[in-house]
């Protein structure tokens, strides 16, 4: 047994099923066996570290880290909250991967055929580590919505996407999160992988007057939870 | 428990912007070489790691991102000599992904049993809601396969299989090919943990 509690079983009712036949891509990418589930060893409760890695200072500034001729076109917002576990326990040192599209629903990417054009000051990828009190903030524009084959024409709501290292192997976790308001999140056959009304409205960022910059941008509030271990073991070596 | 996890999301097709972005096709400055594990101190013997991801249909699919996570040559995580993490995609054009890594030691099973040398394997992609998470295991390590704690949980050879990468009979770096079924009948063994 490990020092300190296994982590919690993922409740895998509250995530997306593999299988969701309204999101036509799943069909054929859904194992049909159940999971096989394995005990927590070393493997599982460690992970990598990125803290070391080299990082700019405007890896977190997606207005301005792929300009050349002026900023990023579009609605200027910062998106800020806070990494925590499921015990409501801070993660520093978190690394948050970001990708999305830019205010025309366009991604940079060589496969996207979308005919909204590219914005030269604007390349969608982004990345932050939490700080000591696991909060997080990068700044970006609002991206737009964007079709793409789906039973014909699906519409993504405006989304963007994260990936998000823990400390441990299994707490890795990989969401987009959507802006609340959004008339298309209700349409999105996507963000209805997640079924649970509770769970879907995790994924939905509040406006956040509060950190909102004046006559510059305004703010989104989302905040992140990974996985906790369970703290009965290590509380009751306290008493 | 206070709070819930955030709800995964799929990768989609897109995932190469955040994570390995040159290949989405952004300017970027000197990108590491994230599917290059080892590097000049790293002690072990240098493997490469070579394989594709089958849908259900039998198509490749060619816009997935795969995460390894390993022990060192001594069985450890996370050591000063060797991260043990690594990212690839498959390719776009030929769907093949390629890891060069060393050979894993052996690790302890959380009741002190032995495991066989294995590297965790994580799979993003469109039309994956939640990363599949698996295990890749070496076919010259039969003896030490049989007495592993996990695939002893396994009751049907052919699903064993699934987890096992074939040493290829080819000169230079020893290869290993592990090809990853998503559904169908050779469909590999996920786990949850």
């Known amino acids: ?239 | 428990m206070a709070l819930k996890e955030t709800p995964s999301q799929t990768a989609g097709p897109f995932v190469h912007i955040g994570t390995l972005p040159a290949l989405a096709g952004l300017k970027t400055g000197a990108a590491p070489q994230l599917n290059v594990l080892a590097h000049d101190s790293t002690l072990g013997e240098r493997i490469r790691i070579e394989g594709a991801i089958h849908d259900g249909a039998g198509v490749l699919v060619k816009d997935a991102m795969i995460e390894i996570w390993q022990a060192n040559a001594n069985g450890q995580y996370g050591s000063n000599d060797f991260k043990g993490w690594g990212r690839a995609a498959t390719d776009f054009e030929t769907g093949l992904f390629v890891f060069e890594t060393i050979k894993p030691g052996r690790t302890l099973f959380h009741d002190g049993r032995k495991q066989a040398p294995h590297i965790s394997v994580s799979i993003f992609a469109r039309g994956i809601n939640i990363h599949l998470q698996t295990r890749l295991y070496f076919s010259d390590e039969a003896e030490a396969n049989t007495a592993d704690p996990i695939l002893q949980l396994i009751r049907e050879p052919d699903r064993v299989a699934t987890l096992i990468a074939r040493k290829e009979p080819k000169a230079g770096l020893p290869l290993y090919r592990f090809d990853i079924h998503l559904q169908g009948d050779r469909e590999t063994v996920f786990f949850d943990f």
């Not at chain 1, 802006?179 to 769970?199: H, K, R, S, W």
């Open chain 1, 1 to 239: 047994m490990s020092e300190l509690g296994d982590f919690r079983p993922r409740d895998r009712a509250w995530h997306p099923a593999a299988s969701t036949p309204a999101y036509r891509s799943t069909t054929f990418h859904s194992p049909r066996h159940p999971l096989l589930t394995l005990p927590q060893s070393i493997g599982e409760l460690s992970g990598p570290v990125f803290g070391d890695s080299a990082f700019d200072p405007l890896d977190n500034d997606l207005i301005r880290n792929y300009a050349t001729t002026g900023e990023a076109i579009g609605e200027r917002i910062t998106v800020h909250g806070t990494v925590q576990d499921e015990n409501a326990r801070p993660v520093p040192g978190a690394l948050i991967e970001i990708w999305q599209a830019n205010a025309g629903g366009k991604y940079r990417h060589v496969n996207d055929k979308y005919m909204a054009v590219l914005d030269p000051n604007f390349g969608g990828c982004g990345r932050v580590l939490s700080d000591a009190q696991g909060r997080y903030s990068f700044r970006t524009i609002r991206p737009g919505p964007y079709p793409f084959p789906n039973d014909g024409c699906g519409w993504r709501p405006s989304h963007i996407h994260l990936s998000i290292f823990g400390h441990a192997f299994v707490q890795r976790l990989v969401t987009q999160f959507y802006f609340e308001g959004d008339p298309l999140i209700g349409q999105c056959v996507i963000a209805n992988t997640v079924t649970d009304p509770a769970a879907l409205a995790s994924l939905i960022a509040k406006l956040d007057m509060s950190a909102m910059q004046a006559f510059d941008s305004l703010a989104y509030r989302f905040d992140i939870v990974l996985r906790g271990r369970d703290a009965t073991y290590f509380e009751t070596q306290g008493l």
